[in-house]
Every structure is written in C-alpha cells, then in structure tokens.
C-alpha cells in the first residue's frame, strides 16, 4: 500500500466571505473520481467553520493556516489548538515560510505548535525549506535537517504517524520560479532520510511529503510523476477553481 496523495490549498489572506463560499462549492463540484487522493483546503480562520459546514459529506477536508501552542489566554489575534478542534477543523500549517520569515517564527515556536496540534489530535502539515541565500552557499541540506529535527523533538512515533510535511523552498513560494522535479525529488529524499535516522525506516516511508512553492497545471505533471513527492501544498494556484482542481487531477 502506497503512501497518502494529498492536494492541499493555501488561501493565505485571501478572499471575502463570498467569494471563499463560491470557491469551495466550485472545488467540491468539480472533483471528478480522484479515487485514493485528497483534498485539504485551508481559508483565512475567520471563515473556517461556515466552509466545514459547506464541506461537510464530501471529500475534502478543512483545515486552518496557524495556530497558536496555548490553550487559552490573554494572546491578542490568535487562536488556540482547542478553538480549531472545537469547530471541526482537523489539519493546520504549522511552520509556513510565511510565519518563519514575515512573522519570525523560530524553530522553538514551530516545535511547541507541532506538539499543540498532536496533543488536541490535529493532524499538522509541518512546513520546512531553506531560503535562496542557504541554497546558494550549499547549506539547504543542513537548514531543513535542523527544521525537521527542532519541530519533532520528543515527538512520539504513535503521534509521527499523523504528521504531514511539506518541503517548499522559499525562493521559489510566490515568486513564479520552481524547483525543477529532479531537485525536489533529492530534497524530499533527503527529508525522508533524515525521518529515517529520527525514528525508523517504515515510520519513514509512511509520512507523505508534499511540495510546495508555485506549483500550477503547468508544473504538476512533472512534480508528481516523482516517486517521493506524495502531492503538493498549492498557493496562489488554490485561489481559482480551475487551476486547482487542474492540478487535482493530474495524471501520475
């Protein structure tokens, strides 16, 4: 048995309350047979539990874009792992290049909210990848190495079973440029690698790695037809039905 193929959208801060209605209902009805593949959407947390409620009875899943690792507390903004688990939610991003370097998210903050989401049983996508500077002076392998090592410290082997990650490189997240498949496919390997020396080689080739970082129906094909990338964490590309299920729906 294989390991799971997930198509996740990112909606970023995007799309009023309307619009976020239309684009799911457009997603939900044009998903086609896509058999074991599936869907992950994550809107903006102010809209999340009106699209559960739409999604509800279908396949696709919903999940938030941040969380935060307390409970409950005088934490202006954020919201809790409680909060997500009480509406429905069942996934959240954890570690997006976004809150590492818009909102300077340490490794610290990543590995407290990674165990935040296991311990009220959600399922994280743990977001990992090396800016262009590290890349350029060879040090990609050591940046992620250490991203997956500090978000998965003490985590528990029952718990890694439910993990997600996703490998997006950050010189290529919105900037139109893609890793080409060869080195996105050395880079989840070396992922699962790493995995491997952490807990085991079956735990290992469990846990799906997508890829992330202006993936599009242009670029789709080529990325899933590697044999360690498990599906994709889609931007901008998850802001218009077409594209999105587009991508969905790739031959692999």
């Not at 684009?23 to 599936?38: A, H, P, Y």
């Not at 959407?41 to 874009?65: A, L, M, R």
């Not at 989401?117 to 190495?145: H, M, Q, T």
């Amino acid at each position: 048995m294989g390991r799971r193929m997930i198509f996740a959208g990112n909606w970023k801060m995007n799309k009023c309350f309307q619009e976020a209605i239309e684009l799911t209902n457009d997603i939900i009805s044009g998903l086609d047979d896509i058999g074991e593949r599936e869907v992950i959407i994550f809107p903006p947390s102010i809209y999340v539990k009106e699209i559960i409620d739409k999604c509800k009875n279908t396949i696709v899943e919903v999940g938030v874009q941040n969380i935060y690792y307390k409970k409950e507390g005088a934490f202006t903004g954020e919201i809790s792992p409680m909060m997500v688990k009480d509406v429905g939610a069942k996934y959240v991003l954890i570690g997006h290049s976004e809150r590492r370097h818009v909102f300077g998210e340490t490794n610290d903050d990543v590995e407290r909210k990674v165990k935040a989401a296991f311990e009220y049983n959600l399922n994280p996508i743990l977001c990992v990848g090396e800016l262009l500077e590290d890349r350029e002076k060879g040090l990609s392998d050591d940046v992620v190495k250490k991203q997956v090592q500090e978000a998965l410290k003490d985590i528990s082997e029952e718990n890694i079973q439910n993990l997600i990650i996703a490998y997006e490189p950050v010189w290529a997240i919105g900037t139109g440029k893609v890793a080409t498949p060869e080195i996105a496919e050395s880079m989840h390997h070396f992922i699962r690698k790493t995995l491997m020396n952490l807990y085991n080689d079956k735990l290992a080739q469990e846990i799906p790695i997508l890829y992330g970082g202006s993936v599009s129906p242009d670029n789709i094909k080529g990325l899933y037809s590697m044999n360690e990338i498990d599906g994709v964490l889609v931007g901008g590309a998850s802001l218009k039905s077409k594209s999105f299920l587009d991508i969905i729906h790739v031959d692999r």
